[in-house]
């Protein structure tokens, strides 16, 4: 009985730590991240266009798990860097956050009241689908 209950805990406990850290509609995340795609474009590793987009923000693919204000080559502003500088790495949740108040994130984040992004606050219908979708893309 003991042995069969630590298995259990074992077991629960890996299959949380592997879960994702919020949950998403893929499909509906796709449909409004439209609305990113004037910034962004998700291009995989071998330089194929996932999702064609703009260059004005940096690629997505991979921002799950990636340091803040790590895109090689592009020119992100100083606070995505210095929160990059701090070890801050994406996660679901952090990027759901972030794309709904960018600049209270990260003055927030930061401690600095002066701290700005710059990403447009976006009016997404629920940021977590969109999140969703962007790993979908990355995995």
């Known amino acids: 009985m003991k042995t069969s209950l630590i298995a259990t805990l074992t077991a629960l406990t890996f299959a949380t730590l592997s879960a994702p850290a919020i949950a998403g509609d893929i499909a509906?995340?796709?449909k409004d991240?439209?609305?990113?795609?004037?910034?962004?474009?998700?291009v995989d590793d071998s330089g194929e266009a996932l999702?064609?987009?703009g260059?004005?923000?940096p690629n997505l693919y991979g921002v799950v798990g990636r340091t803040?204000?790590?895109?090689?080559?592009?020119?992100?502003?100083?606070?995505?860097?210095?929160?990059?500088?701090?070890?801050?790495?994406?996660?679901?949740?952090?990027?759901?956050?972030?794309?709904v108040d960018p600049n209270g994130f990260l003055k927030d984040k930061?401690?600095?009241?002066?701290?700005?992004?710059g990403m447009v606050k976006q009016s997404l219908k629920v940021p977590e689908d969109v999140v969703a979708y962007i790993a979908s893309l990355s995995q």
């Open 28 to 30: 509906a995340g796709e």
């Open 33 to 42: 991240f439209r609305k990113c795609k004037a910034c962004h474009s998700i």
């Open 51 to 53: 999702v064609k987009g």
């Open 55 to 57: 260059k004005t923000g």
């Open 68 to 99: 803040a204000g790590s895109v090689e080559g592009f020119r992100y502003k100083d606070s995505i860097v210095a929160l990059g500088e701090t070890g801050f790495v994406w996660d679901e949740a952090s990027i759901a956050e972030y794309v």
């Open 110 to 117: 930061l401690g600095d009241s002066s701290a700005k992004s």
